[in-house]
């Protein structure tokens, strides 16, 4: 089974919170650190390694094209960017694990129902005739 992508960590959070991702992030940062904070810098440190997945992946097939010539100089540029992209995976692996699985074990709480309207008033009790004669 492969781990959610950051989009679809984001369209989670959005879902769970009922708002766009980018109306939680501004309505986080000026609150103390809760949930929706944690989530968010979770979601984030997840798109900052697929974002570095990728450059690590481009930056190899560079290394590596055909008619390219690959002397020791290269060879520690290949390593180094093998390295960098073992890392951001390792990275984006437990990041997604970890969001999905705290995500999983949240729900959105539905609004509370609405106010039942008053009861309306007894009717008053009619009066009886006096029976003073």
């Given at each position: 089974?492969?781990?959610p992508?950051?989009t679809?960590i984001?369209g989670?959070?959005?879902?769970?919170?009922?708002?766009?991702?980018?109306d939680?992030a501004a309505?986080?940062?000026?609150q103390?650190?809760?949930?929706?904070?944690a989530?968010?810098?979770?979601?984030?440190?997840?798109a900052?390694a697929?974002?570095s997945?990728d450059?690590?992946r481009?930056?190899l097939a560079?290394l590596?094209?055909r008619?390219?010539?690959i002397?020791?100089?290269?060879?520690?540029?290949?390593?180094d960017?093998?390295r960098?992209?073992?890392?951001a995976?390792?990275?984006r692996?437990?990041q997604a694990?970890?969001?999905?699985?705290?995500?999983?074990?949240?729900?959105?709480?539905?609004?509370?129902?609405?106010p039942?309207?008053?009861?309306p008033?007894p009717?008053l009790?009619?009066?009886?005739?006096?029976?003073g004669r």
């Amino acid at each position: 089974m492969s781990c959610p992508t950051s989009t679809d960590i984001a369209g989670r959070i959005e879902d769970l919170y009922g708002a766009p991702l980018a109306d939680l992030a501004a309505h986080a940062h000026g609150q103390p650190p809760g949930m929706l904070s944690a989530l968010l810098g979770m979601h984030e440190a997840l798109a900052l390694a697929e974002r570095s997945i990728d450059v690590y992946r481009d930056d190899l097939a560079r290394l590596i094209q055909r008619e390219r010539q690959i002397g020791p100089h290269e060879v520690s540029h290949l390593l180094d960017g093998t390295r960098r992209l073992a890392e951001a995976v390792g990275v984006r692996e437990v990041q997604a694990k970890s969001v999905a699985a705290v995500l999983q074990s949240l729900a959105r709480v539905p609004a509370p129902p609405a106010p039942l309207p008053p009861a309306p008033a007894p009717p008053l009790a009619a009066s009886s005739p006096a029976h003073g004669r």
